[in-house]
């Protein structure tokens, strides 16, 4: 169930307590990840009042999205939407939800701006008004969008089952849930979770890893990736007092909407990249431990061969082998795990 106190507290947060991302305590809410070079082009583009009230912690901007439908999740000042505006193109649609009437303002502000700065002569992109938990009330159907995403916002609910209930009801067969959001190594406390300024920057209601393991199996999602991970550093004083000994993290999430094993099984099945990805010419990275290098063959899982080949990454794929042969489990392991991250911080099965 949706807590309307902390709903409250989190629209006063964005709608009035912050001016700027000048105002945070923390490195939570700021982007820290490296911005892709293709995305910093676009990013120039995009109005200097939406940079400023942007609070997302990650670049959760996967490719291949020419006219496609990207649903963006707490959408703020638009910033996300408007880059992936540009990059759907005039054939694609971009819909950025969020409950903050501060915020949407802002971005419904500046639709016509970055219609005329991409050179479109209609909008692509929308924002609607609502609550991440209720998708429904904004007209959001059943398998509609290509892409879902979401900047740092997740973790700001209170009610995180029934948001990615909604996600994958939203998501079409094949779909991608590609999203950075603050995580930590161990559940947070009541009395930190429902502390209004810890809450406010995506600390309160970070996700303790393996709950977020159990909740995607639950809702049966058996295989998720992650794409990189980052220690967040607390710089607030009585917020690290606070926090104590807790550690947070912002990670990039790729999740797809498909009928996958809760093990990381081997078919023999081999994969080439075929280099086509415009923002990829030379290796696409699908995850952490999996970085396909253009005409060079690569051993996969059978979760993996379906990642490249029952999604939009297909046609840039050649799978060699199918799943008619079992040998046994795959050896699916990141290559290295990062010292800044929490032991186990892995997806389902690699």
């Given at each position: 169930?949706?807590?309307?106190?902390?709903?409250?507290?989190?629209?006063?947060?964005?709608?009035?307590?912050?001016?700027?991302?000048?105002?945070?305590?923390?490195?939570?809410?700021?982007?820290?990840?490296?911005?892709?070079?293709?995305?910093?082009?676009?990013?120039?583009?995009?109005?200097?009042?939406?940079?400023?009230?942007?609070?997302?912690?990650?670049?959760?901007?996967?490719?291949?999205?020419?006219?496609?439908?990207?649903?963006?999740?707490?959408?703020?000042?638009?910033?996300?939407?408007?880059?992936?505006?540009?990059m759907v193109?005039?054939?694609?649609?971009?819909?950025?939800?969020?409950?903050?009437?501060?915020?949407?303002?802002?971005?419904?502000?500046?639709?016509?701006?970055?219609?005329?700065?991409?050179?479109?002569?209609?909008?692509?992109?929308?924002?609607?008004?609502?609550?991440?938990?209720?998708?429904?009330?904004?007209?959001?159907?059943?398998?509609?969008?290509?892409?879902?995403?979401?900047?740092?916002?997740?973790?700001?609910?209170?009610?995180?089952?029934?948001?990615?209930?909604?996600?994958?009801?939203?998501?079409?067969?094949?779909?991608?849930?590609?999203?950075?959001?603050?995580?930590?190594?161990?559940?947070?406390?009541?009395?930190?979770?429902?502390?209004?300024?810890?809450?406010?920057?995506?600390?309160?209601?970070?996700?303790?890893?393996?709950d977020f393991?159990?909740?995607?199996?639950?809702?049966?999602?058996?295989?998720?990736?992650?794409?990189?991970?980052?220690?967040?550093?607390?710089?607030?004083?009585?917020?690290?007092?606070?926090?104590?000994?807790?550690?947070?993290?912002?990670?990039?999430?790729?999740?797809?909407?498909?009928?996958?094993?809760?093990?990381?099984?081997?078919?023999?099945?081999?994969?080439?990249?075929?280099?086509?990805?415009?923002?990829?010419?030379?290796?696409?990275?699908?995850?952490?431990?999996?970085?396909?290098?253009?005409?060079?063959?690569?051993?996969?899982?059978?979760?993996?061969a379906r990642?490249?080949?029952?999604?939009?990454?297909?046609?840039?794929?050649?799978?060699?082998?199918?799943?008619?042969?079992?040998?046994?489990?795959?050896?699916?392991?990141?290559?290295?795990?990062?010292?800044?991250?929490?032991?186990?911080?892995?997806?389902?099965?690699?």
């Open positions: 169930m949706i807590d309307s106190k902390v709903s409250e507290d989190v629209k006063n947060y964005y709608g009035k307590v912050l001016s700027t991302n000048e105002d945070l305590k923390t490195t939570a809410c700021c982007a820290i990840e490296a911005v892709p070079e293709h995305i910093k082009p676009i990013l120039s583009k995009v109005h200097d009042e939406v940079m400023a009230k942007f609070y997302g912690c990650g670049s959760p901007i996967p490719p291949e999205l020419e006219g496609r439908t990207v649903l963006d999740l707490g959408s703020g000042s638009g910033r996300d939407c408007f880059v992936f505006s540009k193109g005039p054939k694609g649609r971009v819909i950025g939800v969020d409950m903050t009437d501060e915020q949407i303002a802002v971005a419904n502000k500046y639709v016509d701006f970055h219609t005329e700065m991409f050179g479109f002569v209609s909008p692509n992109v929308e924002f609607r008004k609502s609550y991440i938990e209720d998708l429904r009330s904004v007209d959001i159907a059943d398998n509609s969008m290509d892409i879902v995403t979401s900047n740092c916002v997740l973790n700001l609910s209170t009610d995180k089952e029934k948001v990615f209930e909604e996600i994958f009801r939203v998501l079409k067969p094949g779909g991608e849930l590609f999203f950075s959001d603050v995580f930590s190594d161990r559940r947070i406390s009541k009395d930190l979770a429902d502390d209004p300024v810890l809450r406010g920057e995506c600390l309160g209601g970070a996700m303790y890893i393996e393991r159990r909740l995607l199996n639950r809702l049966g999602c058996s295989d998720y990736r992650f794409v990189s991970t980052s220690k967040l550093e607390v710089t607030d004083q009585d917020v690290a007092r606070k926090v104590g000994h807790i550690s947070f993290y912002s990670n990039t999430v790729r999740a797809f909407k498909l009928n996958l094993e809760d093990r990381c099984e081997d078919y023999g099945q081999v994969a080439y990249y075929q280099g086509t990805l415009p923002e990829s010419p030379h290796s696409f990275i699908l995850d952490d431990h999996h970085e396909f290098f253009k005409g060079r063959p690569m051993l996969v899982c059978s979760n993996t990642m490249i080949s029952e999604t939009r990454f297909a046609k840039h794929f050649k799978i060699v082998g199918d799943e008619s042969t079992h040998y046994g489990l795959f050896d699916c392991v990141p290559i290295q795990v990062s010292s800044g991250s929490p032991a186990g911080i892995s997806g389902a099965c690699c």
